[in-house]
Nanobody, 125 residues
Framework: VQLQASGGGLVQAGNSLRLSCVVS????????MGWFRQAPGKEREFVAA???????YSSDFVKGRFTISRDSARNTVYLQMNSLTPEDTAVYYC????????????????????WGPGTLVTVSS
């Protein structure tokens, strides 16, 4: 399974971006999908996850601003990011994990099996 994220770039605070992650070599709808991010000098942190039953989970710092979704026909998962702030500046990674991941495991990067190379999001003030 290979993941390829795209859609990052430089935006001003308050604007929006949509990240995409194309899954190849596997069927998107059979994986738990997650987005993580890593800012310079910080650890990788959980952003959002989407389970095969369409239940969504997101970190408190992005709730109401970021939305994870998928298009199974395109084998693509998205992260719609609105009201961006400079604190959202990071490399964003998509990840795929087992469909059997329990809720408490969704937030741990170590629980995901496949990772894409990441896409850089820079938010200017």
């Amino acid at each position: 399974v290979q993941l390829q994220a795209s859609g990052g770039g430089l935006v001003q605070a308050g604007n929006s971006l949509r990240l995409s992650c194309v899954v190849s070599g596997g069927t998107l709808s059979t994986y738990t999908m997650g987005w993580f991010r890593q800012a310079p000098g910080k650890e990788r942190e959980f952003v959002a996850a989407l389970r095969i039953n369409n239940n969504r989970y997101s970190s408190d710092f992005v709730k109401g601003r970021f939305t994870i979704s998928r298009d199974s026909a395109r084998n693509t998962v998205y992260l719609q990011m609105n009201s961006l702030t400079p604190e959202d500046t990071a490399v964003y990674y998509c990840a795929a994990g087992s469909a059997r991941l329990i809720v408490s495991s969704l937030f741990a990067a170590s629980q995901y099996d496949y990772w894409g190379p990441g896409t850089l999001v820079t938010v200017s003030s």
